[in-house]
């Protein structure tokens, strides 16, 4: 019966960011190629605080251009925690590349490459677990994955649109990796677009939308809208659907550091047993001899 009444079950296998339009590198290897800057970003999000097992990420990217070509660089280092067992850490390099099309817009095509170590230490923290016996599902594992993804942007410095699966082919390699008996990761795709609208002197306007399609698993979107006023701070708020309602904040200290939080409202059953995601983003700017340093909205 029980295999009858269960129809599928669905669950986060990669990192979610509240704060992607400020931290699109994470999602989209083109981005480098938006801003004419060597930047950084450190970013910390702490999912379902108070749940135990809670997953949590912390990453920290850089991007800059190649002297004065259209040829951008980046890179990647993440560690992501998913429940008490599960522990991934490794990086990704970028390569982006765009070229002009029509009046001050461009067209990136951006690839990354890179590798991670993937650990499940079920007999740790289970006592019961088969560390390597009877049931496969829940051996302990630890092994080595490589990862290449993609990327595409069309741009201006009034809107962006985006198209990547950072992860489009994800595999184990090495003598420990039983991918058969693992989950089956499956590529995540994803569609992102923001726009800049001037409403004054003092106040700028800017729509974000962000949708996920992973195969198997309900399309997820997120509707954002951010205000800056008088080039100091962003304030704005979030819908992402199947999860929670999001407020955000980002001031700059100066005009090339930025300090960002976030706070996710569960909307799911889930708000019962924690308390909110919180996620802290600094992003810091500095110029590259012969581009153009000025401000980057996106």
Same mark, same amino acid.
């Given at each position: 019966?029980l295999?009858f009444? &269960?129809?599928?079950?669905f669950?986060q ?15 989209? *290897?083109a981005?480098?190629a938006l801003?004419?800057?060597?930047t950084f &970003?450190?970013?910390?999000? /702490? ?7 809670? *997953? ?7 991007h800059?251009p ?9 890179g ?5 925690q998913?429940?008490?067992v599960?522990?991934e ?7 982006t590349?765009r +070229?002009p ?6 067209f990136a095509?951006?690839?990354?490459a890179?590798?991670?170590n993937?650990?499940?230490?079920y007999?740790e ?5 088969p560390a390597?016996?009877?049931? *496969?599902?829940f051996?302990?594992y630890n092994?080595m $994955? ?9 741009f201006?410095d009034k809107?962006? +649109?985006g198209?990547s =699966?950072p /992860?489009?082919? @994800? $595999?184990d390699?090495g ?6 008996n693992?989950? =089956?990761?499956?590529p995540h795709y ?6 800049? +609208?001037?409403?004054?002197?003092g ?6 939308f962000?949708?996920? @399609?992973?195969?198997? #698993?309900?399309?997820q979107?997120?509707i954002?809208?951010?205000f800056?006023?008088?080039? +100091?701070l962003w304030?704005?708020?979030?819908y ?5 309602f999001?407020?955000l904040?980002?001031v700059?200290? &100066? ?5 960002g939080?976030s706070?996710?409202f569960t ?9 909110? #995601? /919180?996620?802290?983003?600094l992003?810091? $700017? ?5 581009r153009? /340093? &000025?401000?980057?909205?996106?």
């Amino acid at each position: 019966m029980l295999c009858f009444l &269960t129809l599928g079950l669905f669950a986060q296998q990669k990192a979610m960011y509240s704060q992607y339009m400020f931290n699109t590198l994470a999602i989209n *290897p083109a981005y480098a190629a938006l801003d004419e800057s060597l930047t950084f &970003t450190a970013l910390s999000r /702490h999912q379902w605080v108070g749940f135990k097992g809670a *997953p949590n990420t912390q990453t920290i990217s850089v991007h800059s251009p190649i002297g004065e070509s259209n040829t951008f660089v980046g890179g990647i280092l993440i560690n992501d925690q998913i429940g008490e067992v599960i522990r991934e850490t490794g990086g990704d390099v970028s390569l982006t590349q765009r +070229v002009p099309v029509g009046y001050e817009s461009y067209f990136a095509v951006g690839v990354n490459a890179g590798s991670s170590n993937f650990g499940a230490t079920y007999s740790e923290n289970y006592r019961l677990s088969p560390a390597s016996g009877s049931d *496969p599902v829940f051996e302990d594992y630890n092994g080595m $994955r490589i990862n290449f993804g993609w990327g595409a942007m069309l741009f201006s410095d009034k809107y962006y +649109v985006g198209i990547s =699966a950072p /992860h489009f082919f @994800y $595999r184990d390699i090495g003598s420990l990796a039983k991918s058969a008996n693992k989950s =089956a990761y499956r590529p995540h795709y994803i569609l992102q677009a923001g726009y800049l +609208v001037q409403v004054n002197d003092g106040l700028k306007f800017k729509p974000n939308f962000l949708i996920k @399609y992973v195969n198997g #698993s309900p399309t997820q979107f997120d509707i954002n809208a951010n205000f800056l006023i008088n080039e +100091v701070l962003w304030l704005g708020a979030s819908y992402r659907s199947l999860d929670s309602f999001d407020a955000l904040a980002s001031v700059f200290i &100066t005009p090339d550091l930025q300090l960002g939080y976030s706070y996710d409202f569960t909307a799911t059953q889930l708000a019962k047993v924690q308390k909110g #995601s /919180h996620e802290i983003a600094l992003k810091f $700017r500095l110029p590259v001899k012969g581009r153009d /340093h &000025t401000a980057c909205y996106f």
